[in-house]
């Protein structure tokens, strides 16, 4: 049997998509020289890809499958399956917006003051979308980066991503509306998708790299606390499903085992102090398969 022929994507996704298939259980390295990359799961070929022209190839069948954002694949118009949104960017879990913006003293204050105005962005189909469904009649025109500081001289406003807006405040612009928001999706070609065995696969994948994005900023807790003491326990312990009790060779004793957010546990972990818990062992996550 062939491998599935997946698309890792080069750029600002290719670090955190690293990290998330090594939370997953798969190791992918990259060589800085190729665009290559080798997986040490044999029924896998990688191979890096700009986000921008993943959907094109896989459309094409040049990849079986591919990360990228579904700004990307609505931009490129490609036909694909999209088999899951997996919500991580480059600075953790969360989607991104694509953002209509000017220079703070601009005059503009809504979209319908762009009417006959220039805009830069690297998203001309979605912007012009955009302002088909405004009503407004403005020039788009496509940006090869470097988009933020295009504004004056260069145009009279931009269309660009912003996960947390840093930038776009570094660079005194100001957010006049959010044109998309958008996620990292996992798609497939229609002919990959109809193969029984890459199906398989991709179903792998997809389930354990949303297993690793659950597991995310949560830690598992244990600890040991004799029965008489454990409703007080159970009192204060938030999990997914319930708290799992088990018994333990001294009768009088129970073992307690649960999932937390990692930003709570140090107001917890004193609480249960305080209601005689004993032998607290915090533990981190990599996968939460539901």
Known sequence: MNPLRLGIPKGSLQEATLRLFERAGWRIA?????????????????????????ARYVSSGALDAGLTGRDWVQETGASVREVIELAYAKQGLGRVRWVLAVPENSPIQSPHDLEGKTIATEVVRLTERYLEQQGVRARVEFSWGATEVKVPQLADAIVEV?????????????????????????????????????????????MLLEGAISAMGKVGLMLNV????????????????????????????????????????RQIVPRLKERRAQGLVEYPLNKIVL
């Open 30 to 54: 990259l060589n800085s020289r190729s665009y290559h990359a080798a997986a040490d799961d044999p029924e896998l070929t990688c191979l890096v890809v700009r986000a921008q022209e993943m």
């Open 162 to 206: 912003t996960e947390t807006g840093a930038s776009l405040r570094a660079h005194r612009l100001r957010i006049v509306d959010t044109v998309m928001e958008s996620a990292t999706v996992f798609i497939a070609s229609h002919d990959a998708w109809a193969d029984p065995w890459k199906q398989a696969k991709i179903a792998q994948l997809t």
């Open 226 to 265: 004799r029965r008489e003491d454990l409703d007080g326990v159970l009192e204060v312990l938030p999990s997914l499903k319930g708290p799992t009790v088990s018994a333990l060779s001294d009768s009088g004793w129970v073992a307690v085992n649960t999932i937390l957010d990692e930003d709570v546990v």
